[in-house]
């Protein structure tokens, strides 16, 4: 009988080997800014792995998904990704999850096309993330896609909806899968003054669903930051990711129906 430990390595040993990309292996693509890389505190929860979920590492190899799932500044610690990841391998057994971190922390939605650079970071996030998913479709499928970003731009919620929609259809070209499913995230409410800019900015981004084919939101309702009005804490983050992966369960099962 197989340890969950070698259980581990042969599952990443089976994404890493091969011609054909696994269609057992189901990868989603993670972007947006800090609170998808994760600020949250790691802890003991953030040590526990599944041996179906892995991650994409800085390296471009496959490990057992832990936290800090992303890498994009040392303050990087527990996200959405690791707590949507086991939702969506506990929604089907037969599979393995892969996710792939390309989230930078600070970014504008403006820099997140093609040749534009993120100065704080001296990274191409866009140029990046593409590299970082040619590679990683050696191995499995890309079944969806969750982005949460709107931090630096919640003041220009006139002009988002329309920028997002363009990403949207950017990322679907570029990952050659027109219809894959699209989940982005609400901004949370932390400070009283920025209340009317946030409503208006998660009215777009929700309002979205009736334009875009295959899109949702999450909602960031009730969500708590670690101290800083600005970041969620790890419980927040894992519970934002569970919410992710219930809205991209649905649009997995609306697409399935709709063939």
Partial sequence: MFSSAMFVLCSVSSVSAGDEPDKNFHLYLLVGQSNMAGRGVVDEESKKTDPRVLMFTKEMKWEPAKDPIHFDKSAAGVGPGLSFGKKMAEAD??????????????????????????????????????????????????????????????????????????????????????????????????RPEQTDQNTKFNGIVNGLAEKIKNYDCASAKDLTDKGDKLHLDAKSAREFGRRYAEKMIALQKKLGDSK
Avoid: N
Avoid at 115 to 127: F, S
Avoid at 167 to 176: A, F, Q, S, T
């Fill in 93 to 190: 057994s037969k599979v393995k999850i892969g996710l792939v971190p390309c989230a930078v922390g600070g970014t504008s939605i403006k820099v997140w096309v093609p040749g534009a650079e993120d100065r704080a970071t001296k990274t191409h996030p866009y140029d990046d993330m593409l590299k970082r998913v040619k590679e990683a479709q050696k191995s499995g499928v890309f079944r969806g896609i969750i982005w949460h970003q709107g931090e630096a731009d919640r003041g220009s919620s006139d002009t988002y909806g329309k920028l997002l929609t363009e990403l949207v259809e950017r990322l679907r070209k570029d990952l050659g899968q027109p219809d894959i499913p699209f989940v982005a995230g609400e901004l949370p409410q932390f």
